[in-house]
């Protein structure tokens, strides 16, 4: 720390002599030729010869060449500068048109994502374009229905399986009443012949007896 001090301070005084020998050179720098056209005309201010007249008022006497030379400058300058206007001009006319050119493109490409987005959000059923909210109803619907018909084709069927139940058992009694009405009647037949059989047999004996 001790050792950086002093060194500091020297730098500084070095660069402080430095400075002072250094003259003020701005006058030097002023030239008709070269630099800014602000640097220009102070050159022709400051190099021109001034008098003032008896009432005070100061004039300059400037060189004819010096007017000449500046005026060449100044047209240089316009000319660049109308070039350079030029130039800009036409860069933004090519840039609007770009920025057309991007704002088509980023038109066409919004288009195409949303319809890519509809499409992918849709559903083709029979031909015909569905978004995939109306498709999923239009199946959980079908499917709905199927379900609705199934249960009822079961109820039906439930309903028809009793009923044949019914029947078969209905039949079974029928027939058993039959079966029993058919031996009745055979018994009854049978009875009946005997009758019939026994009155021949006593029609015989009466008229052997006579």
């Given amino acids: 720390m001790n050792f950086i001090k002093p060194l500091t301070l020297l730098t500084f005084l070095f660069s402080l002599t430095i400075f002072a020998q250094t003259p003020d050179s701005d006058e030097d720098k002023l030239s008709l030729n070269s630099g800014t056209l602000d640097n220009q005309f102070d050159y022709v201010i400051k190099k021109s010869n001034g008098w003032r007249d008896e009432r005070g008022q100061e004039y300059r006497v ?45 038109s066409n490409t919004q288009n195409d994502l949303d319809k890519t987005k509809g499409e992918k959000d849709s559903m083709m059923l029979f031909g015909v374009q569905m978004t995939k909210g109306g498709y999923s109803g239009l199946m959980w619907s079908i499917i709905a229905a199927l379900l609705a018909l199934l249960i009822f084709f079961i109820y039906k069927f439930k309903n028809s399986n009793i009923v044949t139940k019914d029947a078969k058992h209905a039949l079974s009694e029928l027939e058993n009443e039959f079966e029993e009405h058919r031996k009745t009647a055979v018994e009854r037949e049978q009875k009946v012949r005997r009758q019939l059989q026994d009155e021949i047999n006593k029609q015989k004996v009466v008229k052997t007896k006579k």
């Fill in 62 to 106: 400037i060189k004819a060449y010096w007017l000449t030379d500046l005026k060449s400058h100044v047209l240089d300058s316009l000319q660049t500068v109308r070039k350079d206007l030029v130039a800009t001009e036409i860069t933004l006319k090519a840039q609007a048109k770009e920025i057309d050119d991007l704002k088509t493109s980023l």
